[in-house]
């Protein structure tokens, strides 16, 4: 009995002092978690002195130069009717963009691709339409890039119709009477309200709004406007200009915007690509001899009418062929 006891005893002295084993594991990592965020806190001054100059010239904002006053845009372009200006008795090259203070960098756009300034574009638009714009159907709004012509379907089409009626022609002639010198971009966009249209026509307002915006540019082009210069975008009920729960906001919601680009059409240069194409013709036809004359039973010949051919044939294909002579 007594032998039964003093083993117990022994077990349960070995079961209290186990906590030291996972308590001295413990104060060993945690010191050495101090040892390492004291390494890391001593700072050599060197070394930092040299990083603190690196980022200083990184992060330093280089001076600039330039003239101008600051503004939002980067760019002040002037849009002369011709590349060069005549100054005096002789023809200097025309002033590009100038860069504003606080501007990065240049605008890639050469001034050539910009088309005829659209603030005067608007002042011609304004006195043309005078009594349109003060009746509320028509209206001219300008930003960056477009000068929006918003006309009132009303004017253009019956309800419902996507065939311009004959006052939308006087309407557009007397539109087209200013846009049509000029070489902007031109586009056409077609908008309705939101009550549904289903017919034998239409099978929605998708539709309806790209057929009216179509039949607009049909008949800019038959007025003398340049169909390359010329695109559609039809939306639909959903680019609402105003709330469509009322009779008036419907309306003003049903209309069709004629928007003219800052950007101009350029016409290739048809001459440079014909002297490309010629160039190219007689490099190809060039390489062809002097394949011909490395192998014997390659023959090219050039023909009268222009271009080449290629015949392994050792007769003349000029040559007529000879009549059989009969028995």
């Given amino acids: 009995m007594y032998r039964h006891k003093k083993q117990h005893q022994q077990i349960e002295q070995e079961q209290l002092d186990r906590w030291l084993v996972s308590y001295a594991d413990y ?3 945690m010191f050495a978690l101090f040892v390492v965020l004291y390494a890391m806190s001593i700072i050599k001054e060197e070394e930092y002195s040299v990083l603190a100059d690196s980022l200083t010239k990184l992060f330093e904002k280089p001076a600039q ?13 002037p849009a002369p009717q011709s590349e060069l ?3 005096g008795s002789s023809l ?16 890639e756009v050469s001034e050539r691709q910009l088309g005829s300034p659209l603030q005067s574009v608007e002042q011609q638009l304004t006195r043309a339409l005078a009594n349109l714009l003060e009746q509320g159907l028509a209206k001219l709004q300008q930003d960056d890039n477009w000068l929006s012509i918003e006309l009132s379907s009303g004017l253009l089409f019956a309800s419902g119709s996507a065939s311009t009626t004959s006052s939308a022609q006087t309407l557009l002639a007397e539109i087209t009477r200013i846009i049509n010198p000029i070489n902007n971009y031109i586009r056409i966009r077609g908008y309705t309200d939101d009550q549904p249209i289903n017919n034998e026509l239409f099978a929605s307002n998708w539709e309806l709004s790209v057929s009216r915006a179509t039949s607009v540019l049909r008949l800019l082009e038959r007025l003398g406007t340049a169909p390359e210069r010329m695109a559609i975008e039809g939306y639909g009920q959903y680019y609402p200009f105003t709330s469509n729960d009322s009779a008036q906001g419907r309306a003003a919601n049903r209309k069709v915007v004629i928007a003219i680009s800052r950007y101009g059409y350029l016409a290739p240069d048809t001459a440079s690509v014909s002297q490309d194409d010629a160039a190219a013709s007689a490099a190809l036809q060039q390489q062809l001899e002097q394949v011909s004359q490395q192998d ?10 222009g271009g080449i051919r290629i015949t392994t044939r ?13 028995p």
């Fill in 65 to 77: 130069s330039g003239t101008g006053v600051p503004g939002k845009s980067v760019l002040t372009v």
């Fill in 92 to 107: 200097d090259s025309a002033k590009g963009p100038t860069l504003l203070a606080d501007a990065t960098r240049l605008s």
């Fill in 314 to 326: 050792e007769d003349n294909p000029d040559a007529q062929p000879e009549k059989q002579q009969e």
């Fill in 296 to 305: 014997g039973s390659i023959r090219v010949i050039a023909l009268p009418g």
């Fill in 85 to 87: 200006e005549l100054h």
């Fill in 27 to 29: 104060m060993t990592l």
